[in-house]
């Protein structure tokens, strides 16, 4: 979608389209962010060594195939500690990370913090999609940029292995979600994509920014990006391909 008719449809204000003026102009078909956490490294080197690139080769894949991948993580609890310490140096070491300054890195805040990765990613990158994934998924990027150059016609799309579920009701359930009432006598969650991985086009991206005081977030990161579509005008996609652990022929993902 052009930012005008983005715009027009109200999914950019007037300050987000004066600040893309500002971006570069070349294009980038997805910026994937990764998310990680504390004591992870092990995950990120074996991502790093399968299928993420390194050194030169992460501006090699963004200016040859229009993919930029990035590891996301917030700040610890203790601003400045050895946690954050230690992620420092990680990245002084292989540029590959976005650290969210404004957002405590815990497991609880896993919602918000996807939310401030697609603020921060629209933010910076002129991107036709977006894509969330987890630290333990292997993504084959040839057919993930394949997936996505298809659906470039679709402007507001939202695209991923869609399910639904159970909600928890219990505090003490792993699973447990505070919200539960909200989802009446069911007590099932609506159709939303699996957060292995899950991909939103730009002017959904554009919307979350917009509108981040006022997005409500749940127990869940997919959950929670799926309810913010909810009432929009927006094609929900379900990629089988998209389905990581389901080891599906032509998937481009796997859960380790």
């Known amino acids: 979608m052009e930012l005008a008719a983005a715009r027009k449809e109200g999914f950019v204000s007037k300050q987000s389209s004066a600040n893309s ?39 090699n894949l963004a200016d040859q195939k229009g993919i ?17 310490k230690e992620i420092e140096r990680e990245n002084s070491q292989t540029n590959d990370f976005i650290i969210l300054d ?3 890195e815990a497991v609880e805040e896993n919602a918000k913090k996807t939310k401030s990765f ?3 990613a629209v933010d910076n990158w002129n991107a036709e999609f977006y894509a969330k994934v987890n630290d333990d998924v292997y993504v084959n990027l040839d057919a993930f940029g394949g997936v996505l150059t298809s659906h470039l016609d679709k402007p507001r799309v939202y695209i ?5 579920g159970e909600v928890f009701s219990e505090p003490t359930h792993k699973w447990y979600e505070p919200d539960w009432w909200k989802f009446g006598d069911g007590k099932s969650y609506f159709q ?17 920014s917009i509108n981040r005081f006022i997005l409500r977030t749940y127990a869940h990161d997919d959950v929670s990006t799926g309810s913010w579509f909810i009432g929009l005008d927006v094609m929900h996609l379900d990629e089988n391909k998209f389905c990581c652990s389901s080891w599906s022929t032509g998937s481009i993902c796997a859960a380790v």
């Open 102 to 104: 404004d957002q405590v």
């Open 192 to 208: 939303h994509a699996s957060g292995e991985v899950y991909v939103i086009s730009k002017a959904l991206a554009q919307f979350i």
């Open 118 to 120: 697609f603020i921060y």
């Open 160 to 164: 991923g292995c869609m399910k639904s």
């Open 21 to 59: 003026k500002k971006q570069p102009t070349k294009k980038i078909l997805s910026v994937i962010g990764v998310m990680t956490t504390f004591g992870r490294k092990k995950n990120r080197d074996a991502i790093r060594k399968a299928w993420m690139p390194t050194g030169a080769s992460i501006k």
């Open 68 to 84: 930029i991948v990035r590891f996301v993580i917030g700040r610890s609890a203790n601003r400045g500690d050895s946690l954050d």
